[in-house]
């Protein structure tokens, strides 16, 4: 993937994002899939060459997302609310991109 179609995907992935936090409400809280139904829709093997990213992004979509409980939604009373916010999926993905090892000074002294 080269620069243009990461920014490419990347703008396209901020547009879902931005769109799942305005209508998380209209998820169902809890997901409705049954055990085993995930699995049964994924390959038994990897991909042998990468795939396109619509690809990716379809499956995610349509096998990911039905099995999701949606923690965000303004109905899930379990555990804890809210665990996740506009600002802090910013800062995962600063932190993704510089993928800083935090062990010690030496490895990133910011991270320190």
């Not at 979509?61 to 609310?81: D, E, K, R, V």
């Amino acid at each position: 993937m080269d620069s243009t179609q990461f920014r490419a995907e990347a703008h396209r992935l901020v547009d879902w994002m931005a769109d799942y936090f305005e209508n998380v409400h209209r998820y169902p809280v809890k997901s409705q899939v049954k055990p085993g139904e995930i699995g049964k829709q994924l390959p038994e093997h990897p991909p042998f060459a990468g795939e396109a990213f619509d690809s990716i992004f379809a499956d995610f979509q349509t096998i990911i997302m039905p099995g999701i409980t949606h923690w965000q939604h303004p109905s899930f009373f379990a555990y804890f609310p809210a665990n996740s916010s506009a600002p802090s999926v910013l800062g995962e993905m600063l932190t993704a991109t510089l993928a800083t090892q935090c062990m010690s000074w030496q490895t990133s002294p910011a991270a320190a």
